[in-house]
């Protein structure tokens, strides 16, 4: 085992960038979470790991698709995660958004109203618990809209209603193949000239958009599009120490595994340290790119795992099952590739646990 990097935690907020890591939740490992059974969470840890985040300045992406939303975590464990994070965000002075979507639909929806209706739902829970809303891409939304003009319809009623500015979701299939097509054009380019238009009709109502395509020069052309005082927060687990530096703002599952590197980077940013920067980011990028391999949609249980090899969580378990997402050997690499960046902060607790896991797998 390597040694831990010694992480210094911000004595002030981020200047240069706003960064949000998107949490995952912790699953209670005695509760029934079997694929298809609602989600039983470990509430203690669960709201310990976002004091953790907080810490090192992050802002918390609540409820997004890093916490299993549409893969285990059901939508009324979903609303009382919202209400307790948000209660604990004001008590610890951290930043929140939370995700409202429409995954409360677990049938098809009957149409745009359907679906507009289960947005206000959760659009309603997230501004009623003091949380940013962050407008997620919606299944249902995907599924029963015929182009672009029907997207417009449900996100100009959805904007018109915010109370407070919103942060658009691009989520792209390699994350969630269910949105396809999302914006209502198979080509990301004519689905951009989309959303830049429905960000200009509102921008007063946008804090800015964040974008999951893994493609780092399509999110450095559509950053300029954009209106003057709307982010682009990138959500490229891929790509993000170049975008950052290149002025996105970030929102971004890796965070959550990485948060001290991560602290450490945007804190060198703020200096005008690029070397510091660099020297901080560039270690995690081979772990980031492993734990968001393909399949990429299962890298929750890549979060998970780091977050219980740092002793973050007491076991290795999630809703729905979900830890059986990744083979042994990927998890293996995963602990090598976390061990060489320096971000256990307990390397013999690391070493017991990873040893734990390889006896209960067969592996001597």
Request: hydrophobic share 50%; aromatic share 8%.
């Amino acid at each position: 085992m390597g040694e831990p990097r010694a992480w210094t935690r911000p004595s002030a907020p981020f200047t240069s960038r706003v960064a949000f890591a998107a949490a995952h939740v912790v699953a209670d490992p005695l509760g029934e979470n079997r694929p298809g059974a609602p989600a039983v969470v470990d509430w203690e840890h669960t709201l310990a790991f976002r004091r953790h985040l907080w810490s090192y300045g992050l802002g918390v992406a609540e409820a997004m698709d890093t916490a299993q939303r549409g893969m285990g975590l059901d939508w009324a464990a979903t609303q009382e995660l919202i209400r307790r994070s948000a209660a604990e965000a004001r008590a610890a002075g951290g930043r929140i958004a939370a995700g409202a979507g429409t995954d409360q639909l677990t049938a098809p929806a009957s149409g745009l109203d359907a679906v507009a209706a289960a947005y206000e739902e959760q659009l309603e829970v997230v501004e009623g618990a003091g949380a940013q809303v962050i407008l997620m891409a919606s299944r249902q939304l995907a599924a029963v809209a015929s182009g672009p003009d029907d997207y417009r319809k449900v996100y100009d009623r959805l904007l018109a209603q915010a109370s407070s500015p919103v942060i658009l979701h691009w989520l792209g299939p390699m994350f969630d193949p269910a949105l396809a097509s999302y914006w209502g054009d198979d080509d990301v380019n004519v689905a951009a000239d989309h959303v830049v238009a429905l960000i200009e009709d509102h921008a007063a109502k946008v804090d800015g958009i964040k974008v999951s395509l893994l493609d780092a020069s399509f999110e450095e052309a559509l950053r300029p599009r954009l209106p003057a005082g709307v982010r682009l927060y990138t959500g490229d687990d891929y790509n993000y120490p170049s975008l950052i530096r290149g002025s996105s703002d970030a929102l971004l599952g890796i965070f959550a595994a990485i948060a001290p590197a991560a602290s450490a980077a945007l804190q060198a940013l703020d200096r005008g340290d690029l070397s510091a920067y660099d020297d901080a980011f560039a270690p995690t990028v081979p772990l980031a790119r492993q734990v968001f391999g393909e399949p990429t949609y299962y890298y929750k249980a890549g979060i998970a795992f780091l977050a219980w090899l740092s002793g973050l969580q007491p076991g290795f378990v999630m809703v729905g099952g979900l830890q059986s997402a990744r083979s042994l050997p990927h998890l293996v690499r995963t602990f090598e590739l976390a061990d060489a960046a320096g971000l256990f902060p307990d390397p013999p607790l690391a070493a017991a646990r990873m040893s734990s896991l390889l006896a209960t797998s067969g592996v001597a």
